[in-house]
Each structure stands twice: as C-alpha cells, then as structure tokens.
C-alpha cells in the first residue's frame, strides 16, 4: 500500500465515518434547541479537514473529487434539476393546502420546528453550508474514491449514498429519510453524469430551499401553530 492509497483510506474514514458520528453529536438531543455555531463550525470544519487532506496527504487537485470550474452545462443541468425538484415541492404543498390536508408529517415535525426557530440568516447558511459540505463529503470524494479502490460503479455510489441517508437521522426522523433518498439519488445520478461537483452544489442548495423556509410559512399560514423553540447561538 503505498502513500495515496493510505491517505484515500483515511479520507474516506473521515467522510464516510467520523462525519457522520460528528452529525449526530452537533445535533445532539432532537428536540432541544440547533447550537447554531457548534453547527457551522463541526460541518465545515470536517469538509475543510477533507479538502487539506486531498491538497495535502493525497498531493492531489480537487479536480479530483469533481470540483471543476466551466462546465457550464453541467451547472445548466445542475440548477434545472433543483428547480425541478423545488418546483415540484411547493407544487405539491399548494395542492394540499387547497385541499385542507396536512402538508407537514407529525413524525417531521419536530425537526421542521427546530429549522423555524432558528434565525434567517442561519437558515441561509444551513442552505449553503448542506450543499457545499455535503456534495464534497457525501458525493465527489467518496465515489471517486471508491471507484478508484473498487472499480464498481455502483458500489462507489451505493455506499456513500446509504450514509448520507442514514446520517440524516442525527436531526430529523425515519420518515424524513425517505425525501433524503430521493434527493441523494438524484444527485449522485447527476454526479456520475458530469463528474462535477458544482453542478450538484447548485442542485442540492436548491433542493433544500423548501425544507428551510416553506415550513415556516405553513406555521405562519397554514398548519396549526407548532411550539416555539428557543434558539442558542453559541455555547457548547
């Protein structure tokens, strides 16, 4: 085994391993209040760990995990998924809205609770922070690794894949899951398309757009008033 091959084995340990045993630490108890700043700081200090490791254990460039600049139909693509998908969501909630049925899930509740309570500018920051880190973590260096070490395809997505959904559970429930593969695959398909990492920062921070805000205009419009949480912005 020589150098690269051990520095690909321990980034793959911290993205596929110790990432997702940080989620579940800095969200903690579910139903207490987002540490905002523990947030921020974990997620992206575990992506910019990953990112040194490439540039500096590896000696590769980040072109190597799909991070390209001026493809831009792939970034094209990329925003017409996340539209499509963004599209579709508020599509969707609109219809059961005029149809008096409820849009928000009891078992996602508490979760959809903990976003609204937070500040404006932390749910935008969620936004971009999600598809920044997670494309990085979860998507380029995992499958481009594990296509190198294994020369499968679909294992390369597949397992990356099952642990961005699993990691989700640190702060939302089972039934959330299901929203999150769907969303993955379509992502990890866009990626094995392109290979280009942008492309699927793009669509993924569009994704999430209803998941950050279209809640709180259901608990301010629509869905019986949910309980305020408090919000804490530092500490431990």
């Known amino acids: 085994m020589n150098g690269v091959q051990l520095a690909s084995i321990a980034g793959l340990l911290l993205a596929l391993g110790l990432t997702p045993a940080l989620a579940f630490y800095k969200h903690g108890n579910k139903d207490a209040p987002i540490n905002q700043s523990r947030h921020l700081l974990i997620t992206w200090g575990a992506c910019i760990a990953l990112l040194a490791l490439v540039l500096l254990w590896e ?6 995990i799909g991070v390209v600049w001026g493809n831009y139909t792939a970034w094209a693509i990329g925003a017409a998924l996340g539209a499509a998908v963004l ?8 219809l059961r809205l005029k149809a008096g049925k409820p849009v928000v899930a009891g078992d996602v509740e508490s979760g959809l609770t903990r976003l609204t309570s937070t500040p404006l500018w932390f749910r935008w920051a969620g936004v ?3 598809g920044i880190t997670e494309e990085i973590v979860f998507r380029g260096y995992p499958i481009e690794r594990l ?9 390369a997505a597949a397992i990356p894949l099952a642990v961005f959904v699993l ?3 640190s702060a ?5 899951l299901v929203g999150v593969l769907v969303g993955g695959s379509l992502l990890t398909g866009l ?6 990492l942008v492309a699927c920062m793009i669509a993924h921070a569009l994704m999430d757009l209803p998941l950050i805000f279209i809640p709180a205009l259901l608990k301010k419009y629509a869905n019986p008033p949910l309980p305020r949480v408090s919000t804490v912005a530092s500490g431990s």
């Open 59 to 64: 000696r590769r460039p980040l072109a190597s």
């Open 87 to 94: 599209a579709m969501s508020g599509a969707s909630i609109f």
């Open 128 to 130: 971009l922070t999600a």
């Open 147 to 155: 296509q190198e070490m294994t020369g499968s395809t679909w294992l």
């Open 167 to 169: 990691a989700h559970l």
């Open 172 to 176: 939302w429930s089972a039934g959330h």
């Open 191 to 196: 990626y094995l398309w392109h290979h280009d």
